[in-house]
């Protein structure tokens, strides 16, 4: 069975000379369809670095990176932007919605990119807020959100475009205890009711207790792998 | 339209930057076409100076009289010719004129003058003489009414009523004559080398003076609409334009005018220009400021898979509806303030530019154009502006942008 992520050899240099820093450092690892998994680590370690190779925001200097068994090390321009549409959900630690839009608006948003019909796209928003337990705020923008309720929409966002993975940087960062706690249920749901596929990268105590895998990166290379 | 709504939407997230945007563009377009307006408005009193002063707005000359004004090549059935321009639709009046070159003298000195013999009458449907008297009376058909310049009066030291003798000699038999006039008016056109050359007395006076009974040399003519006067599909060009007779509009008659005219064109292309680069450097700031702002953002959208066309398709956009919005006040803007300087006119003092005299006020001319075309220059050139903004934000690199904002 093809392994829904699989890296091999994957490094990345920031830097030249002496100064050079290796924020990767020759990492393989594989991840299966319907994963809950947190790349763990201290600052630095590379935790980033391996998720935005992953999800096609940077380019290794050296090994391969295959999504569903495409090589997205390869891709560039508009090819490698249609992949991460279609393929992969970004849940970033400050939100990051677009404040102008609303709620539903921000989750339509990359629907709209896909092409989707705006009948099925409002079908689709509303879904979405209803997995995640916004119904009713569909217009509110994000100002008008709390954290918490605004990483739920980012995580909607996410979701929206029918990823085969979600990755969520340092996504409980920004936000209280409860309400991360309370996130990371939905998340834990989604993944358990859904088999999304989910990829942490975190050094909260939260998800490292819920992950099912936990994948300890230092120095840029695989330290120990864990699984709960 | 959730691109739309975006583009829109995002306008607003500064609102001070944006107004200042508009204020920046909407003056812009205020400033083109108050200055348009200014332009055409020069312009029009330039032509108006130099048709309705004298030159009329067309002429019919007798052929070659205009070469060196021979006085023997003349129109011998002008009356014929006025008779079918006076009732030509098109045509608001025309004169008959004799133009011979004489001395006029006083008891106190002498002086070369080109002698007008006009008719009184039609003459003040074509030309600004009676306008020009600012002492004395004009011409009324009495015999020996004579009108001088200032200048020449001043040279020929002589008051309304003194004696003035002119010599010149037939056009025919080329005998001396000599004929003597009372300075009936004094005029004043502003150019010198008309207030100081120009003698005017009766035609009829003329014709026998000169011995050119029942002909002129030239007939200027006013149109009821000046704007036709270089349109060469009118009949006069048609039918005067032979081997007896030419006729023309003011800018063949006047060709330095012409290139006058292109070179006030081209001018206003210029500052034109200017402006809208100003302008658009303002624009590409304003630009820049809104992208480095969202940069974060822009990281975000490419994140989830906007391609680099849609984000150049939405910087674009956001740069269409500040052109609409900047646009919406520059027209308002420049409506109003051009209606005041129509209505009241720009205070230019008195000057004078290749002879001709513009004098007083100048009133601006509002054009449809102004408000049609310049604000599509305006959007289009905002757009241009916000290209390389545009493809800036385009080239973010996801990674990079994420954590800048961080």
């Known amino acids: ?228 | 339209m959730l691109i739309l709504r975006l583009a829109w939407r995002n306008l607003f997230r500064n609102i001070r930057r944006t107004v200042l945007t508009c204020m920046l563009i909407a003056s812009s377009l205020l400033t083109i076409i108050l200055m348009d307006g200014v332009m055409l408005g020069m312009i029009d009193v330039m032509i108006g100076s130099l048709t309705h002063t004298l030159e009329g707005e067309a002429q019919i000359n007798s052929r070659g009289f205009r070469d060196d004004f021979e006085p023997s090549i003349r129109i011998n059935n002008y009356r014929e010719i006025q008779n079918e321009l006076v009732h030509d639709p098109v045509v608001r009046g025309a004169s008959a004129r004799i133009i011979v070159g004489a001395m006029i003298a006083s008891s106190y000195n002498s002086a070369g003058a080109l002698v007008y013999g006009v008719d009184a009458a039609s003459e003040k449907d074509v030309s600004k003489i009676e306008e020009a008297v600012y002492a004395g009376h004009f011409l009324s058909g009495q015999e020996r009414e004579i009108l001088l310049g200032r200048p020449m009066a001043e040279l020929l030291e002589v008051e309304l009523g003194d004696r003035l003798v002119l010599t010149s000699s037939t056009v025919d038999s080329k005998e001396i004559v000599q004929e003597l006039f009372r300075l009936s008016g004094l005029f004043e056109f502003g150019p010198e080398t008309l207030d100081e050359n120009l003698i005017f007395i009766n035609l009829d006076k003329a014709q026998s003076l000169f011995e050119l009974t029942g002909a002129a040399h030239q007939i200027a003519i006013r149109f009821n609409r000046p704007e036709m006067a270089n349109d060469p599909t009118l009949n006069i060009y048609k039918s005067f334009n032979n081997d007896q007779t030419e006729a023309n509009g003011w800018l063949a008659l006047q060709p330095t005018m012409g290139a006058m005219l292109e070179m006030t064109g081209y001018s206003t292309l210029i500052v034109g220009g200017i402006l809208f680069l100003l302008a658009s450097l303002g624009i590409i700031n304003s630009m820049f400021m809104s992208i480095y702002e969202r940069i974060y953002e822009f990281g975000v959208i490419k994140s989830v898979g906007t391609r680099p066309a849609e984000i150049i398709k939405l910087i674009l956009t956001e740069a269409f509806f500040l052109a609409l919005i900047s646009c919406f006040f520059g027209i308002i803007l420049g409506y109003f303030v051009s209606s005041y300087f129509s209505t009241n006119g720009i205070p230019m003092g008195r000057m004078e530019m290749s002879g001709i005299v513009l004098d007083g006020n100048m009133n601006t001319i509002l054009e449809p154009y102004q408000f049609i075309n310049f604000p599509i220059y305006v959007t289009l050139l905002t757009l241009i502006a916000a290209i390389y903004p545009a493809l800036f934000a385009s080239k973010i690199v996801p990674t990079e942008a994420l954590q800048k904002a961080l």
């Open chain 1, 1 to 228: 069975m093809i392994p829904l992520i699989n890296t091999v050899a994957l490094s990345r240099f920031f830097g030249t000379g002496e100064a050079m820093v290796k924020a990767l450092d020759e990492v393989s690892l594989s991840i299966e369809p319907g994963e809950f998994t947190a790349i763990v680590g201290p600052s630095g370690s590379g935790k980033s670095t391996l998720l935005h190779l992953i999800g096609g925001l940077d380019k290794p200097d050296s090994g391969t990176v295959a999504l569903n068994g495409t090589n997205i090390a390869d891709m560039s321009g508009n090819k490698l932007s249609d992949f991460r549409r279609d393929n992969i959900g970004f849940v970033f630690q400050a939100y990051n919605l677009i404040p102008v839009l609303s709620a539903a608006e921000n989750i339509e948003y990359i629907m709209l990119l896909q092409g989707i019909t705006a009948v099925k796209r409002r079908i689709r928003v509303k879904e979405m807020l209803d997995i995640v337990g916004l119904a009713g705020m569909e217009n509110r923008r994000p100002a008008q959100l709390s954290g918490g309720q605004q990483q739920r929409v980012a995580v909607a966002r996410a979701m929206a475009s029918n990823p085969s993975i979600i990755l969520a940087d340092e996504p409980t960062a920004n936000l209280d205890s409860k309400t991360g706690i309370s996130l990371l249920n939905v998340m834990k749901d989604l993944n358990q009711n859904r088999n999304m596929t989910f990829v942490f990268s975190t050094h909260d105590q939260k998800i490292i207790e819920r992950a099912r895998r936990l994948v300890y990166l230092r120095d840029g290379k695989i330290e120990k792998e864990e699984t709960q």
